[in-house]
């Protein structure tokens, strides 16, 4: 990870013009970015799936879709968050329903509602229907129609998982990288702020007609103008790459109100004590994307410093996908650089880093 | 789309628990809309505009009676080659005060009992 300061903003933002013009370019050569993007970054990073204390009982759990799957986020008997993908190891069917985290299920068992096999939170197969079992005594059967099946590897396909505080995040990779590596030392300064303590107040879901990643970099800039927060004076702001992922911090002298951009597609805004809001920018093709909001707040719903932090916070990002539209339009009628917003360099990094991702 | 053809868009739909609306053509899209939001909110999705001809298709009837959705579709038929896309049966039934999820569910139950099938993926006839 290399500290991002002012000279290289400024050797960036010389060329960002060229450079963001071909990596456009080289975006409308790729016919569909999503489809590369779903193994060159949704199947490689981290990705924020959601919060632990929505699933704060064991067998509680919610679905959350990462690229192309769909995972199972359940908190286990050992009290350990797991994640496992949503398909049954009989037939490969969908297990359990669409389950957002707003509205968790439950049970100490998972169970395929095809054939009825059954998983404990561990993602072991712990049984199957009787008849199966009988199923291989019985002569008139032909031998595909028995299951022939094994409790050792039959088990649900586990996915990795970890967590910033309370904050989950998967990755379906084989063998990823620690996840302290992907996010840098916006770790630390959540974890100062006891995000455990909040509770889940309200989630706002809309959709852009833009590609994520344009969604992304407007975002982004807001992270740049942290001052704009009630009560902030002044704020630094650490771009923190290495050369794949990158997080961009903005935190005011006293640590209390943070905005994080982690890559590649969340952000995390703190308002001093009273509350935060997390907002996923998740693809849904090429040209359009899902913003999830959720707001979490210290003492119930209801103070105005919370409904002020909410309205702020909703401001700044209806601004910015009023930016990230107009990007998507200039984009169409070549003229970029016109458009390019106040931190042409952190839009050129994101571009750039997505790109190389792809290549 | 731009703030001018959302203005003219045939098809509008939103969500009131999240104060958000999509705008559209195609009447399937709204439903596409409406499953990516329900499966992370849980919220339901309602038509705040419709084609007019959809509005007359369930409305004018010379004995006023009240269509069943199978009605509805049997009523539309005629206007789709391949089956009804099931935005338009689910944009006529907001008519009669039935969200998206409303409609889907029962669309769901009458294709179970027989009544409904799908000539192609999210299109329907009567039998
Ligand atoms: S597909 Fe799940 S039990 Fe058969
Ligand atoms: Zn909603």
């Known amino acids: 990870m290399t500290q991002w300061d002012d000279s290289q903003a400024a050797a960036v933002s010389e060329n960002v013009t060229d450079e963001s013009s071909t990596s456009s370019a080289n975006q409308l050569a790729d016919p569909d970015p999503f489809e590369t993007e779903k193994e060159t970054v949704f199947g490689r990073d981290w990705i924020y799936a959601g919060h632990a204390n929505s699933i704060a009982e064991p067998g509680q ?58 998983y404990d939170l561990d993602g072991e197969l712990r049984s199957t229907p009787k008849s199966f079992e009988d199923a291989s005594l019985n002569p008139d059967l032909e031998n595909e129609d028995v299951q022939e099946f094994d409790c050792e590897t039959n088990g649900l396909n586990d996915v990795h998982i970890d967590s910033v505080g309370p904050l989950l995040f998967v990755n379906l990779s084989d063998d990823p990288p620690a996840l302290s590596e992907q996010v840098g030392p916006m770790a630390d300064r959540l974890e100062s702020l006891s995000l455990e303590a909040a509770d889940h107040e309200r989630r706002v879901v809309e959709e852009v007609e833009c590609n994520w990643k344009t969604v992304a970099g407007s975002l982004l800039d807001a992270v740049d103008r942290q001052d704009r927060l009630p009560g902030v004076e002044s704020a630094e702001t650490d771009l923190e790459t290495d050369d794949h992922c990158w997080s961009l911090s903005s935190t005011d002298d006293d640590g209390r109100a943070q905005i994080h951009y982690c890559w590649p597609n969340v952000t995390i805004e703190v308002d001093g004590d009273d509350g935060y809001a997390t907002c996923i920018i998740d693809p849904v093709d090429a040209g ?14 209801g103070t105005e410093a919370e409904r002020e932090f909410v309205r702020t916070s909703r401001q700044r990002r209806a601004e910015a996908i009023e930016l990230a539209e107009r990007r998507r339009d200039a984009d169409g009628a070549s003229t970029l650089e016109r458009t390019l917003g106040p931190n042409e360099h952190t839009v050129h990094d994101l571009h750039g880093l997505a790109q190389e991702s792809n290549s | 789309m731009s703030t001018q053809q959302q203005q003219h868009s045939t098809y509008a739909a939103s969500c009131p628990d999240c104060d958000v609306d999509l705008h559209s053509e195609d009447p399937n899209e709204i439903v596409e809309f409406y ?40 009523q539309l038929e005629a206007e789709y080659e391949n089956g009804v896309p ?42």
């Open chain 1, 61 to 118: 759990f919610f679905t959350r879709t990462v690229g192309d799957r769909q995972l199972i986020v359940v908190r286990g008997h050992d009290g350990e968050s797991k994640a496992f993908d949503n398909v049954c190891a009989h037939r490969g069917s969908k297990m359990v329903e669409d389950t957002p985290m707003t509205d968790p299920g439950g049970g100490n068992r998972i169970q395929c509602p095809y054939h009825l096999w059954t």
């Open chain 1, 288 to 301: 359009r994307c899902q913003l999830i909001v959720d707001y979490y707040a210290r003492d119930g719903d």
């Open chain 2, 35 to 74: 499953r990516r939001h329900s499966s992370v909110t849980g919220h339901d999705v309602e038509f705040t505009r419709i084609g007019p001809d959809l509005v007359d298709a369930v409305t004018e009837d010379d004995l006023k009676e009240v269509y069943t959705l199978k009605d509805v579709v049997t």
């Open chain 2, 86 to 127: 099931i935005g338009a049966v689910a944009a006529a039934m907001s008519e009669q005060g039935l969200s998206i999820g409303e409609t889907l569910e029962k669309i769901h139950e009458i294709r179970m009992g027989g009544g409904l099938y799908e000539p192609q993926d999210d299109h329907l006839r009567a039998f």
